[in-house]
């Protein structure tokens, strides 16, 4: 059965679209198809942070040597929390934070990371279950 289609407008910076033109002639595709591809791919990376499941995986917070101390924050997550480390390289630093439990509280120990300390925190799913 054929899907059906919706349009919509969005706004990409130029450099973006260039780059997609000339990905869309190389391969012999639509941009439709292409852009289609890359947003199905971005759902299903995030999805985790909408459909409530048991999930793995390692946050990962990325400081200019900061060396900012997150055991009290952790410590209030230590029913999902199951290894932390702080690495120095070089002008950077890095925290590990291997997390298993329920998305939602992932989700909840992310935001409050990063709005706790104003830096980014990138998640990785190691193993996710949505569907
Ligand atoms: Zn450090
Ligand atoms: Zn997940």
């Not at 200019?64 to 630093?93: E, W």
Request: aromatic fraction near 6%; proline fraction near 2%.
């Amino acid at each position: 059965m054929r899907e059906r289609k919706v349009r919509f407008g969005v706004s990409i910076p130029q450099k973006l679209t260039e780059k997609l033109n000339r990905i869309a002639e190389a391969m012999q595709l639509d941009r439709s198809r292409i852009v289609s591809e890359a947003i199905s791919d971005y759902v299903r990376s995030h999805d985790h942070y909408i459909v409530e499941h048991e999930c793995r995986g390692v946050l990962i917070v990325v400081d200019a040597s900061k060396h900012i101390d997150l055991l009290a924050t952790l410590s209030n997550y230590s029913d999902i929390v199951r290894f932390y480390n702080h690495a120095n390289l070089g002008d950077v630093c890095v925290d590990m934070i291997l997390v298993a439990g329920k998305s939602s509280k992932i989700t909840q120990l992310h935001k409050i990371l990063e709005k706790t300390y104003k830096l980014t925190v990138r998640y990785v799913p190691i193993a996710c279950k949505t569907t």
